[in-house]
């Protein structure tokens, strides 16, 4: 009989239709495959269990999680590999039901139920987030931010480094994280067009970073809310620690709750994507309520690319999952023009792309060169969601399968002047 490797990955090649481009290594030591190409690591027979009960990404997803499916080399190119077997090929539970129509791929299918061991199904790892349906009231939204921030200050700080800014950094070729975090804090400054004096509301504020810059840098007054409790204590330690206690005030708030306006300029970074597309012109109307006439909206948000039929979009099962629960994704046109509808002149709209998949492969490096402590700050299994989600997401970044942009957006009085430059683009990151 052949050892487990090699009907492993005969049966999956059966199943797939294709060559199977990853060695693979199974729980007997076996192996099989292009010897030079990455290792898809089965450490036991669970991990065939979690793809066959769960057939595509979220099976894959549990089996990496639970730590029964691994990667041996480099974990880019053996993801890369996988988009055209899973991703891209769609291969969900439907995708399977037709496939098994096949006489060969059923035959294929019943040899792997036997080489999975016990016919019963693998209990989801704990960090697991119980699919429900995307409703973005003030408490799931309050659950849904806690399950991915509140997750220990000090993994943060491994995977972030000092900057402690979650999202994507504005590079200079020869630039560093920190640097380039400086940078991209700094453009959204220049954007605003921040100066003393004014009020600046900083959406999503995450650990302070944009409120503290904005605060030292600019003279500017600040209100950072977020709905994470422990974003909110590391934060308002950090404005003590800066001396500016006086000029920021971080408060555990929804944006929806904030009454306290009007502002001179609003700051969303990386927020706008947890607000989910039935909300989305509610969050854009708020904002709006909150400026003065002439104030200015920077949405930094991460886009996908449009669909045929925008009625057959589905979030990512992983990362709804394991990542960001209840988190949506729009194309930039949809944000564009909702952001119009709620009455914003839309001035200016950079995309950063490349900017994210170089931030995303700085962070995972810094995962990975000290994944033993990352695991003891939060869990193992957490530690393998941030490395894989984050790998991933570099790829496609890079690969054009999703955008970041920079949407800014005036509240334009009724003379109609909107109190930008003639030549808006001269602000430097």
């Not at 997803?61 to 988009?83: F, I, K």
């Not at 067009?193 to 503290?212: F, H, K, P, T």
């Not at 950063?352 to 060169?369: G, K, P």
């Amino acid at each position: 009989m052949a050892d487990a490797a090699s009907r492993l990955r005969s049966l999956a090649e059966q199943m797939l239709g294709v060559p199977l481009p990853l060695r693979v290594r199974a729980w007997d030591g076996s192996q099989a495959g292009p010897p030079d190409a990455p290792a898809l690591v089965m450490r036991n027979r669970r991990a065939l269990r979690h793809m066959l009960f769960k057939p595509g990404e979220l099976g894959l997803a549990r089996a990496w999680v639970a730590g029964d499916l691994d990667v041996e080399g480099d974990l880019y190119t053996a993801l890369d590999a996988m988009a055209g077997l899973v991703w891209e090929r769609d291969e969900d539970a439907r995708g399977l039901v037709q496939a098994l129509r096949d006489p060969e791929v059923r035959a294929a299918g019943r040899e792997l139920l036997k080489l999975a061991g016990p016919p019963i199904p693998p209990a989801p790892p704990r960090e697991e987030v119980r699919k429900r349906r995307h409703l973005h009231t003030r408490r799931s939204d309050k659950r849904a931010i806690s399950h991915h921030y509140d997750v220990g200050n000090d993994f943060y700080e491994l995977v972030l480094g000092p900057s402690m800014v979650y999202s994507c950094a504005y590079w200079e070729e020869d630039g560093t994280l920190e640097s380039a975090q400086r940078d991209k804090l700094e453009l959204v400054c220049a954007k605003l067009g921040l100066r003393e004096g004014q009020r600046l509301l900083d959406v999503g504020c995450g650990w302070g970073s944009m409120a503290i810059h904005a605060a030292r840098e600019h003279g500017v007054s600040v209100v950072g809310v977020t709905l994470s409790q422990e974003q909110a204590v590391y934060a308002r330690k950090r404005v003590a620690d800066e001396g500016l206690a006086d000029r920021v005030e971080i408060r555990v708030q929804d944006y929806r709750d904030v009454v306290d306006g009007p502002y001179d300029a609003i700051s969303s970074i990386g927020m706008a994507e947890h607000v989910g597309a039935e909300r989305f012109l509610e969050y854009a109307s708020t904002l709006y309520a909150l400026l003065k006439p002439g104030g200015r909206l920077l949405n930094h948000q991460i886009a996908r690319r449009p669909q045929r039929d925008e009625s057959t979009y589905e979030t990512d099962p992983f990362i709804d999952a394991y990542v960001f629960p209840d988190g949506e994704l729009a194309p930039i046109g949809s944000t564009v023009t909702q952001l119009e509808r709620a009455g914003f002149e839309v001035r200016d709209v950079e995309s950063i792309r490349e900017h994210y998949a170089r931030t995303l492969r700085s962070w995972v490096a810094r995962l990975e060169a000290d994944r033993d402590r990352a695991a003891r700050l939060t869990s193992p299994g957490r530690a393998r969601v941030w490395r894989l989600y984050m790998a991933a997401s570099a790829l496609a970044f890079e690969r054009n399968r999703i955008g970041v942009n920079q949407v800014l957006a005036v509240r334009t009085p009724e003379p109609g002047t909107s109190g930008l430059p003639l030549r808006p683009r001269t602000w430097k990151g």
